[in-house]
């Protein structure tokens, strides 16, 4: 199957990697835990900055999938908190929204987001991404 083929070509990154989640719409939340656990991937979850940090005390994800639009505090300052820790501020964080406007990639950048993605994403697009982002870091 492409799974299996796709773990073989990535069995540094996907066997080891833990992706966090970080999403308040328990249907996005699933989609991309099936995409990521299908591509061979950890995965943890959070809806909030308080589940997030939560997971933080326990684990150190390799690379954080995080929602713009979140209750209680945004995405956007979620992201300027991990960069100010130096425990944190090494993990790349990927922005993802479905409410993309112009100016938020740059938005994006200066918060200190490796990447903008905007919902919903392909299937095949996420994984490839992670992958890109895992062998940069």
Do not use: C
Request: hydrophobic share 40%; charged share 25%.
């Amino acid at each position: 199957t492409q799974t299996s083929a796709t773990r073989k070509e990535h069995p540094d990154d996907s066997d080891t990697a833990t992706i966090l989640v970080v999403d308040d719409d328990p249907a996005n939340l699933a989609l991309a835990e099936a995409i990521l656990q299908a591509e061979g991937f950890n995965v943890r979850i959070a809806t909030d900055f308080a589940s997030m940090f939560a997971v933080l005390k326990t684990t150190t994800p390799t690379l954080i999938l995080m929602d713009i639009q979140l209750p209680e505090v945004d995405g956007w300052e979620l992201t300027r908190q991990l960069k100010s820790d130096p425990a944190t501020s090494g993990i790349p964080v990927i922005a993802i929204t479905a409410y993309g406007k112009f100016g938020d990639e740059k938005k994006a950048q200066q918060a200190g987001f490796a990447e903008y993605l905007s919902k919903p994403f392909s299937t095949r697009e996420l994984p490839a991404i992670i992958r890109r982002h895992l062998r940069a870091h």
